[in-house]
């Protein structure tokens, strides 16, 4: 008799929730075994991504997949198992003077995730995506053969992968480039505007600036619609840091992280409360222009100080909806968006704006183009379906496009951009509902 591998599966969002067969396996060949076996298996990294991407019939998780392989310390490339996690990566060599070059909002993605959906950070417009600093990567195809994929080795399948959500195979092993620091912090300038016209002006007066990052008080209206802070910043030189951090650049002081023990009332989350918030977070800041120096854990990732922080949501949970809008429409589609969320009280704590520089054309899954991004949290209700139909109707009136990496709810027409990629048997829930909602 077979074991029952089967186990509630969720996402950093919690919804949805399935149950489904999960394994995890750290020897190539009893990873062979395993997608011999099945008619349908999708990879899983750290599960941190917000919708159902990785979610499937069969899920292999990459957790034990998480050793280092090499680290060339004089050219600074990496290479690693798909399992290992962007913390383990900036564990080891922020300490030794360098950096992600492309980093999401949480370090506790997996490398592997960090390729299937090929992930952006604060500075798109001036470094572009993950995958530009990927230089390889092994990948067990759906026979089970591992084939090296490259810009010159199996092209076909190198650029299928990036951004290809795991339709492709399972990521096993990646080798990439990482950026030379002389420091953990960064100069950083924060800045308070006080419309969507004053942050459009910020940021085209900010494009010089490596990483470029919004947060929007989503609630605004009228004249105050997108009041909002920008903060901007780049990796600060050992000589530029105060005395009491120039002693040792690359370390940084350990610091009390605190928790969400449970799950909060689904009460405590309402307009009023998301009004409160945005509003002390918008006056916190006294002044217009403040400038500081900070770590890159604070400036990067802010929410991981926080353990468990999607707790704050509820059991019901939430999603992250992200959309990119054209460079020439951004203004005014932010505005619509801005004020279709306004009007149905669906407030969201996380409502952050970034600027896309132009996209990579072979990588042709990757979700970012040239354009304004919006990500905002909204806690999941009866509400909710309703306001992402009108805010798909919206980007997709614009030319836009919805991030697949965090999508469980948008209707399939802005997700043809997926068409490219032949899936055999790796298949997720999400290509499923796609397909489902197309046919």
């Not at 026979?143 to 990521?171: H, P, Q, V, Y």
Request: proline letters at 3%; glycine letters at 8%; aromatic letters at 12%.
């Amino acid at each position: 008799m077979k074991p029952n591998f089967t186990q509630k599966v969720t996402n950093w969002g919690n919804f949805p929730v399935v149950e489904k067969e999960m394994r995890s396996e750290d020897s190539f060949k009893r990873i062979k075994e395993f997608v011999l076996s099945h008619n349908e298996v999708i990879a899983r990294g750290n599960g941190r991504c917000y919708g159902d991407a990785s979610l499937g019939e069969t899920i292999f998780s990459t957790k034990k997949l998480n050793k280092f392989i090499s680290f060339d310390r004089l050219n600074g490339i990496i290479e690693c198992e798909s399992g290992v996690l962007l913390s383990d990566v900036l564990e080891i060599s922020v300490p030794q003077g360098y950096f992600l070059y492309v980093t999401p909002g949480t370090k506790f993605i997996s490398v592997g995730g960090a390729i299937a959906s090929d992930v952006h950070g604060k500075n798109h417009h001036a470094e572009g995506c993950f995958s530009e600093y990927v230089t390889e990567f092994k990948l067990m195809t759906e026979n089970g053969d591992i084939i090296t994929c490259s810009r010159e080795e199996n092209s076909d399948k190198f650029w299928a992968t990036i951004g290809g959500m795991g339709l492709t195979g399972i990521i096993l092993t990646v080798k990439f480039k990482l950026k030379n620091i002389e420091s953990a912090y960064i100069r950083q300038e924060s800045i308070k505007a006080e419309n969507l016209d004053e942050i459009f002006r910020l940021f085209e007066e900010s494009e010089s600036w490596t990483y470029t990052v919004a947060w929007i008080d989503c609630l605004q209206k009228g004249k105050n619609l997108g009041r909002s802070i920008l903060m901007r910043g780049e990796h600060a030189f050992q000589h530029e840091l105060p005395q009491n951090l120039a002693k040792q650049p690359l370390r940084l002081k350990k610091k009390f992280q605190p928790t969400v023990p449970f799950y909060f009332p689904g009460f405590v989350l309402n307009a009023l409360t998301v009004k409160i918030f945005n509003l002390l977070y918008f006056k916190k800041q006294a002044k217009k222009e403040v400038k500081t120096f900070i770590d890159y854990e604070t400036f990067f990732y802010p929410l991981d100080a926080i353990t468990d922080w999607n707790k704050i949501y509820g059991k019901s949970g939430f999603i992250q909806y992200q959309m990119v809008i054209p460079k020439e429409a951004g203004k005014e589609g932010m505005k619509q968006i801005l004020e279709t969320i306004a009007a149905s009280g669906n407030g969201s704590f996380l409502a952050v704006l970034k600027l896309f520089g132009k996209n990579n054309p072979e990588a042709y899954n990757s979700f970012p183009f040239e354009g304004y991004t919006l990500a905002l949290d909204f806690k999941v209700n009866s509400k909710l379906k309703k306001l992402v139909e009108k805010l798909d109707d919206i980007v997709q009136q614009f030319g836009g496009r919805i991030y697949l990496t965090k999508d469980s709810m948008s209707k399939s027409s802005l997700t043809n951009y997926l068409k490219n990629i032949q899936s055999s048997k790796f298949v997720s829930l999400q290509h499923k509902r796609i397909i489902n909602n197309n046919s």
